[in-house]
Each structure stands twice: as C-alpha cells, then as structure tokens.
C-alpha cells in the first residue's frame, strides 16, 4: 500500500520553486535525502506498543535537523517565512 507523503511532496516542491533562494537549495537537497533517510528508518520500526520510542526519538531527530540545519542555518528568510518544517 502507498501512503500519501505530504511533508515530502512539500520538500520536492519548494527545490522546485523558483523563488527558493540559490543559497538554500543545497539545504532542501539535504532535507530531502534525510527525509528519505528518515521515511526508511520509520519502516524498519517493528509494529506494535514496543514502536512508539523509537518512531519518537527518530521523529525527534528529524525535526531538530529541519529546524537547526535547515532553516536556523539558511543565511536568508525564506524557509522561516515559509513556516517551513512541520
């Protein structure tokens, strides 16, 4: 079964929007790669009650990446204004 991917339809589509600042395409590249990183470590989480620590500490791992490296660290206010992140 595929399940939708908003967060990541968002990402591919901000790389696409040309108003996305050149200096932080390399950061939405990255953001990408770890989104994917991120989906594929969610999979691999054994379903069950025992999956909620996990899921969350991988959860939380992403998110202070988004936050931090991504927009803290974009040199324009682009991603901020965007309310980028989720």
């Given at each position: 079964?595929?399940?939708?991917?908003?967060?990541?339809?968002?990402l591919e589509a901000l790389l696409?929007?040309?108003?996305?600042?050149?200096?932080?395409?390399?950061?939405?590249?990255?953001?990408?790669?770890?989104?994917?990183?991120?989906?594929?470590?969610?999979?691999?989480?054994?379903?069950?009650?025992?999956?909620?620590?996990?899921?969350?500490?991988?959860?939380?791992?992403?998110?202070?990446?988004?936050?931090?490296?991504?927009?803290?660290?974009?040199?324009?206010?682009?991603?901020?204004?965007?309310?980028?992140?989720?």
């Open positions: 079964m595929t399940l939708p991917t908003p967060h990541g339809d968002k696409r929007n040309e108003k996305l600042p050149s200096g932080d395409r390399p950061l939405i590249k990255r953001a990408i790669k770890r989104y994917k990183a991120w989906i594929q470590a969610m999979r691999s989480i054994p379903t069950g009650t025992s999956c909620v620590v996990p899921a969350t500490k991988i959860l939380n791992e992403y998110r202070l990446f988004l936050d931090l490296d991504v927009v803290f660290d974009s040199r324009s206010d682009f991603l901020y204004r965007l309310g980028f992140g989720f």
